[in-house]
């Protein structure tokens, strides 16, 4: 917990100094009359990055999971598409695994009447979707390496104690395996998180209008720069502080178990 004498450290005080006085410089000299005509946009914007941020954190991770368990210990069938999964996702540009789906994927399925005319037909004509799906893909490849690391580093004498004692393997799972492999992971899943903030942006390509995409239409209608681009880096700056605390307050709660 960050205590008042840590903050009144003297390079927390100068760093607190040129913050508050750049704060005051950019509402002194820069033009902020487009704010309010943006403002509806730019909270619709926001909504949207926040809850694609969230969804596909949620997602990934999940995913991670089976991805990661099975490279550990599972067979070859499993562990080979798995690895090759990890692989391809770690190894290609997450713009290009966007543009594959929306522009790939998303361009076949008009050529089928029975999708069509389908009830999900309107949400397949939409590009939210496929970035949903990109983002999920990309956290769950890097998070299923880390995964597979987490599950091996869970010490194997925990694990051959509860089957002697003759717990099922779902039960040991859930109780000793996941939570511990879970635990040595969180702070590597907070820095994740915070970089599958930064990837958001990438969804605007795709005419997702999140608040980076709300900020390049202020850009384009204004020919304002450095007032949108600075307002958006704090917004980012916001959120990933907040992300960086929460998993900070988790990693602080739940105990290390050795």
């Known amino acids: 917990m960050i205590t008042l004498r840590a903050l009144m450290q003297p390079h927390r005080i100068v760093m607190m100094v040129i913050f508050a ?4 410089w950019c509402g002194v000299s820069l033009r902020w009359d487009w704010l309010p005509h943006y403002m509806p946009l730019a909270i619709a914007g926001l909504w949207t990055t926040l809850w694609i941020l969230v969804v596909t954190t949620v997602l990934g991770f999940l995913l991670a999971v089976p991805l990661g368990l099975a490279q550990a210990v599972g067979p070859w069938y499993l562990a080979v598409p798995a690895r090759m999964f990890c692989t391809v996702i770690r190894g290609t540009p997450l713009l290009l695994q966007l543009w594959l789906l929306y522009y790939g994927l998303g ?3 008009p050529q089928f009447p029975w999708i069509r005319s389908s009830e ?8 939210w979707p496929y970035a949903v799906l990109a983002l999920t893909f990309s956290y769950a490849g890097y998070e299923g390496e880390v995964m ?8 194997k004498g925990q694990l051959e104690a509860a089957r002697s004692f003759g717990m099922p393997r779902l039960t040991m799972f859930r109780r000793i395996w996941l939570p511990q492999a879970v635990r040595n992971v ?10 599958q903030l930064k990837a958001t942006p990438l969804i605007a390509t795709i005419t997702v209008m999140d608040i980076y995409a709300v900020s390049s239409r202020v850009r384009s209608d204004t020919f304002i720069v450095y007032e949108p681009l600075l307002l958006l880096a704090l917004v980012y700056m916001v959120i990933a502080g907040i992300i960086g605390f929460a998993f900070n307050y988790v990693e602080r709660q739940v105990p290390a178990r050795r």
């Open 21 to 24: 006085a750049f704060l005051v």
């Open 107 to 109: 361009s076949l399925f």
């Open 120 to 127: 999900l037909w309107p949400y397949l004509r939409q590009a």
């Open 186 to 195: 969180l702070p590597t899943l907070g820095g994740e998180s915070i970089l």
């Open 148 to 155: 597979r690391g987490a599950f091996s580093s869970v010490a």
